[in-house]
């Protein structure tokens, strides 16, 4: 049998042993940079420019999409799937701004909306250009612009239904293009 010093003296050996272990010398911590800044991918910068400066010239992809109904059925369809309605309210405004106002933050040209989706803005918006494929963001742009647009040209709309839109497999496919189904 042991004697009760000895256990003493062996249960306050294996706790400074504990203490001393946890004493190492750590790294400074001004060293280890967050996971998000040890990335070295590069930032992409908006076109907004402060004012006084002269406008950005318009993406010419955007007179594809602007004002076009098959593309404008396509974005609507698209801005329910990737529930752009739980921020904007179908373009009302709630969380996020409204589309149906004068009032565009970041511009109201359909490429500059593109930019919004695909870069992001601050205090809430993300970004969606490795989620959404390009083209499908240009169809949520074009039905974007088109909640703020009042229709002034007088045009009946069409009368056939617009192609059906396949959704893609996941959100970071590059599919979910067009398919017109026979």
């Known amino acids: 049998m042991s004697s009760p010093c000895r256990t003493e003296a ?5 706790t400074l042993a504990m203490l001393l272990s946890g004493c190492q010398k750590h790294p400074h911590s001004a060293s280890y940079a967050p996971v998000a800044q040890s990335d070295a991918a590069p930032v992409v910068v908006s076109q ?16 594809i999409y602007d004002g076009n109904p098959t593309y404008i059925a396509q974005g609507k369809q698209y801005f329910s799937w990737y529930n752009c309605n739980g921020c904007h ?20 040209r359909i490429d500059q ?3 919004s989706i695909a870069e992001g803005r601050p ?17 949520l742009a074009a039905y974007v612009r088109s909640l703020s647009v009042p229709s002034t040209t007088g045009e009946e709309p ?5 192609p059906p839109v396949t959704p893609p497999p996941h959100p970071n496919a590059p599919g979910g293009a067009t398919i017109p189904q026979k």
Do not use: C
């Not at 062996?10 to 294996?14: D, E, G, M, R, Y």
């Not at 400066?53 to 955007?62: A, I, L, N, Q």
């Open 10 to 14: 062996i249960l306050a050996a294996a």
């Open 48 to 63: 907004l420019l402060p004012g006084g400066t002269p406008p950005t010239p318009e993406d010419p992809r955007g007179y």
């Open 89 to 108: 309210s179908n373009g009302g405004g709630g969380m996020g701004p409204a589309f149906m106002d004068k009032v565009w933050l970041y511009g109201g």
């Open 113 to 115: 909306i593109h930019n």
């Open 123 to 139: 205090n809430g918006m993300p970004t969606w250009r490795a989620k959404i494929p390009d083209a499908q963001i240009w169809e």
């Open 158 to 162: 069409p009368s056939a239904p617009p």
